[in-house]
Nanobody, 117 residues
């Protein structure tokens, strides 16, 4: 059974940093592009960052460019989202997503990030 498990969320002050992790099991991790999405209360889920299956290309939503870094370790079947200079508007549940271009697409259960003083 495929599982994605996120961790690393929490409460942080504005300007602080967090590192989210996503560990996958029961699939060939290196076949999948990985993305991080987030969903704030009352808002639609938003694509935050994507990394190709080999890790050679990344893409970010404009609001996090220069502050967030997505990365992956295929040997460990893990993905990461380093978040620096956090702002209150970054508060959301963050989800890990794996997509090979073919169904199914896999989602984690989410991890809460709260940026507040």
């Amino acid at each position: 059974q495929v599982q994605l498990v996120e961790s690393g969320g929490g409460l942080v002050q504005p300007g602080g940093s967090l590192r989210l992790s996503c560990v996958a099991s029961a699939l060939t991790f290196s076949r999948y592009a990985m993305s991080w999405y987030r969903q704030a209360p009352g808002k639609a889920r938003e694509l935050v960052a994507t990394i190709t299956n080999t890790g050679d290309m990344t893409n970010y939503v404009d609001s996090v460019k220069g502050r967030f870094t997505i990365s992956r370790d295929n040997a460990k079947k893990m993905g990461y989202l380093q978040m620096n200079s956090l702002k209150p508007e970054d508060t959301a549940v963050y989800y890990c997503n794996l997509n090979s271009g073919y169904p199914p697409v896999y989602w984690g259960q989410g991890t809460q990030v709260t940026v507040s003083s």
